[in-house]
Structures are given as C-alpha cells and as structure tokens.
C-alpha cells in the first residue's frame, strides 16, 4: 500500500510554544490530507480537512487559529499547534487520501505530543 | 443513529478460530467500505477495502459486503494473538469526493491463546 509518513514522530514542548508536524505522501500524490487527533482509549477524530492550494476546511470545535494547516504541495501537509497548553497533549494522526485507489485514506504513523 | 455503527466489544476468541467482525452503516450512498486495524498507542492501518456486493478475499481477512442491508463485515481466519487490536470500520460517503472517510468507534478483538 502507499506510504504516509509522520515527523517528528514524538515532541515534548513547554506550555506556550508552537509545534510543527508534517506529514507526506511518499509514493503518490495527495491533493486531500487529513488531521485527527486521538486521546488514550478513544475514537479518532477529525479535526481538519488540508486541501493543496486551498483553505483547510475544520471540524465544529476546532479552532482553526490554534491549529494552523498548511498543503503548500501535493505531497505535503502541515499542522501548526500554537501556543500549546497541557490540553493538547495528544496523538497526532494525520491521513492522505488516494484518488487512484477508491479513495482509500493511508494514514501516517502519528505524532504524540506532550506539553508540559 | 451514528452514520457507521460498531460493536465496541471486546469480541473474543480463541487462537484458529474465525472472528466476524459486523458494521452496519446509514447512508445509501455510500460507495466504498474500508477495514483498518488499529494496535494499542499506534496509527490505523488498512486491512482491505470493498466496493462491490459479495466478499473479497485477501489472505486471512475476507470482506463481505451488502449494499441492500447497508452492512459489511470482516471476517478473520485462523485467529491469531498478533491479531489482537481495535478494528475500525470506514464508509466513503461520496459526494464530491472531498469528505473523509466516516470512522466506526472501532471493535476490539482478543484473541486468547
């Protein structure tokens, strides 16, 4: 199957500072990527649809100054989470989806971020 | 109703057996169906999608699909304690084709050896 990639895969950051995660189709091309965020035991959600060369679209309840999303080219994507605090300490899961394979969202590895 | 339903379980089995594992979705026009699986603390990854009514084999996992019931399933052979994760369920809901997949709270399978 295709391969997303994730990085960093894991940070640590102090209360107040931003962190960037990229995420990266390797092998095909993504003009849709996807951001979730995941807390310990529950489901996945969806906090943001990436669009290359558009707006992001975000989910109700995500703010969208909080969390920057950038889909500068067809193989990249970026979630910004500035001024982190404690409550956004996650996991980090972004997707990519493939049009050349009926849709199918391949996900990246994760990034889990802890904020102290 | 959520739009794709799960049994949170857990489902268990025992080591060889066949786990069946049951989705049911609502919307019709849904076009393509996709079983993840997931491990504790790492990201989904796929198993096998489907598209047409009937099954779909890929070695141990078979896909069956029923567009008339709006139900599709995921069928393990010869369980295994490696198979062990949540299971989640992913409908496309079509449209434009710029929707994400909608997630089931997923199934968690044990299996005992």
């Known amino acids: 199957g295709a391969v997303v990639s994730q990085h960093p895969s894991w940070v640590i950051c102090k209360s107040g500072t931003s962190v960037k995660i990229e995420c990266r189709s390797l092998?095909?091309?993504?003009?849709?990527m996807f951001w979730y965020r995941q807390f310990p035991k529950q489901s996945l959600m969806l906090m943001a649809t990436?669009?290359?060369?558009?707006?992001?679209?975000?989910e109700q309840g995500v703010e969208k100054d909080k969390f920057l999303i950038n889909h500068a080219s067809l193989t990249l994507s970026t979630l910004t989470v500035t001024s982190a605090h404690p409550e956004d300490s996650s996991f980090y899961i972004c997707?990519?989806?493939?049009?050349?394979?009926?849709?199918?969202?391949?996900f990246g590895p994760g990034t889990r971020l802890t904020v102290l | 109703q959520k739009e794709v339903e799960q049994n949170s379980g857990p489902l268990s089995v025992p080591e060889g057996a066949i786990a069946s594992l049951n989705c049911t979705y609502s919307?019709?026009?849904?076009?393509?169906f996709f079983w993840y699986r997931q491990y504790s603390g790492k990201s989904p990854e796929l198993i096998m999608f489907?598209?047409?009514?009937g099954d779909k084999e890929d070695g141990r996992f078979t896909a069956q699909l029923n567009k008339a019931s709006q139900y599709v399933s995921l069928l393990i052979r010869d369980s295994q304690p490696s198979d062990s994760a949540t299971y989640l369920c992913?409908?496309?809901?079509?449209?434009?084709?710029?929707?994400?997949?909608?997630f089931g709270s997923g199934t968690r399978l044990q299996v005992q050896p």
């Open positions: 997707s990519a989806r493939d049009r050349t394979s009926a849709d199918t969202q391949y």
């Open positions: 992913a409908v496309n809901p079509g449209g434009t084709g710029r929707r994400a997949l909608t």
């Open positions: 990436s669009n290359e060369g558009s707006k992001a679209t975000y």
């Open positions: 092998d095909f091309q993504a003009t849709t």
């Open positions: 919307d019709r026009g849904s076009q393509s």
């Open positions: 489907i598209y047409s009514n």
